[in-house]
């Protein structure tokens, strides 16, 4: 009897735990690249690779009209879309075209054109440097905002014949605009509108997990990390594939994100977590991260830090980092933020909004937490519209334009 009990009892703890690890249904994008996401939705796409200044190959992707359009050569309204830290451009195809804003621009008519940051699993290459040498991972956000934001707008400006172009960033990507926007004016008119969603400029009031790393000293993450890349390469990414996707599981790694990112885990679709996994991390430089904790400790948006009076005198012939003034970025900015952003946080949003000189609306989204804008399930036009479409931002209307008002002379 008390051997039967037993076997019922372990057959049930056994099922218990092969439930939990019962997959749920694969997505066929789960491990797609850029081009096979836009191809399998049925977008038209172009891929083209630009050099930075300094030699990083960068490749961009163009989704050049909406998935039931035809291709024309009348001209459209540029949008270009710049991903955060350790993300790519696949940050804006996660979902499907209801739900993913560089789907949704191309619908509207936009020539939607998404940027991958140097050092990410899409942009490893470079003119001469071996993506193995420490060399090759010598970068942060610096040489982002000097070499490559002006190399990837020059190029869609050229190859569209644009002179401007809407610039839309998420997180880090809003960074980059500010930075670049602020010290090279010839990039800030190409600029039609700074578009910044859940803005990680200012992080003075940063909250969450990624705060700890503010705390850590940078000679014990040299020495756990090394000094070239981190979450570059995708095993890490099928392990949490593997680990997320399941059922049961799926819920538990969803409330996890929430230390993360801020709270909201109804919004996220998880039965997509296979294709977020497959995207998420998409890796960076070692100095990159170090940069990001250097913000946080100190509150300011300034270069990097090389550690001593010394070094910074070399690179920058001063003792400090030089600040980033971010008062010097006149391009016309809308800010979209979230309430519940702990990377974001409401009062860094503040600060940023009240240091922007041309701020021309701040829409907050109840609810909101850092990723929404990118994977929430509600991610339409529909929460931009309402402010889109007020009157003192004609020239922002996202929904209305038709192609006749979009040709450009």
């Known amino acids: 009897m008390w051997w039967l009990l037993k076997t019922i009892c372990l057959v049930h703890v056994i099922g218990n735990i092969l439930c939990l690890l019962k997959p749920k249904p694969k997505n066929p994008e789960a491990n797609m690249n850029i081009s096979e996401i836009i191809s399998y939705w049925g977008y038209k796409w172009e891929v083209y690779e630009v050099v930075s200044g300094d030699g990083y190959i960068l490749p961009i992707y163009r989704i050049p009209c909406g998935k039931n359009e035809t291709m024309d050569s009348s001209p459209k309204t540029v949008v270009y879309l710049q991903h955060g830290l350790t993300?790519?451009?696949?940050?804006?195809?996660?979902?499907?075209p209801s739900s993913s804003l560089g789907f949704l621009l191309a619908d509207a008519n936009f020539d939607v054109w998404l940027g991958n940051s140097r050092g990410n699993n899409y942009a490893m290459k470079h003119v001469y440097l071996d993506p193995n040498s420490e060399a090759f991972w010598d970068f942060s956000f610096d040489e982002q905002i000097k070499f490559d934001i002006p190399a990837i707008i020059d190029f869609i400006v050229n190859k569209t014949g644009q002179k401007q172009i809407y610039y839309?960033?998420?997180?880090?990507?809003?960074?980059?605009?500010?930075?670049?926007?602020a010290t090279n004016p010839q990039v800030a008119q190409k600029i039609k509108a700074n578009l910044a969603l859940a803005?990680?400029?200012?992080?003075?009031?940063?909250?969450?997990?990624?705060?700890?790393?503010?705390?850590?000293?940078?000679?014990?993450?040299?020495?756990?990390?090394g000094e070239k890349d981190i979450m570059t390469g995708k095993d890490d990414n099928h392990i949490i594939q593997f680990i997320c996707h399941r059922q049961t599981i799926g819920t538990v790694c969803n409330n996890l994100l929430t230390l993360l990112f801020g709270y909201n885990p109804q919004n996220l679709n998880e039965s997509r977590i296979d294709v977020y996994a497959g995207q998420i991390p998409a890796g960076t430089s070692v100095r990159s991260i170090l940069h990001f904790a250097q913000g946080i400790r100190t509150g300011l948006v300034q270069?990097?830090?090389?550690g001593s009076e010394a070094l910074n005198m070399q690179h920058y012939n001063q003792s400090t980092p030089?600040?980033?003034?971010?008062?010097?970025?006149?391009?016309q900015t809308v800010i979209w933020s979230g309430v519940n952003d702990i990377l974001a946080n409401p009062m860094d949003v503040k600060n940023l909004a009240a240091k922007t000189n041309n701020l021309v609306y701040h829409e907050k989204t109840e609810k909101y937490n850092h990723v929404d804008f990118l994977i929430g399930k509600d991610v339409t036009m529909l929460h931009m519209s309402k402010s889109l479409q007020i009157p003192s931002l004609?020239?922002?209307?996202?929904?209305?334009?038709?192609?006749?008002?979009?040709?450009?002379p």
């Open 87 to 96: 993300l790519s451009a696949s940050s804006w195809i996660l979902n499907p």
């Open 168 to 181: 839309v960033g998420h997180s880090q990507g809003t960074l980059l605009a500010y930075g670049a926007f």
């Open 199 to 225: 803005p990680v400029v200012t992080t003075r009031y940063l909250s969450g997990a990624f705060r700890t790393i503010a705390y850590v000293d940078p000679t014990v993450i040299k020495q756990v990390f």
């Open 303 to 306: 270069a990097y830090n090389w």
């Open 322 to 331: 030089p600040i980033y003034n971010l008062e010097n970025m006149k391009v």
């Open 394 to 408: 004609d020239a922002f209307n996202l929904l209305e334009r038709t192609k006749e008002n979009q040709a450009q």
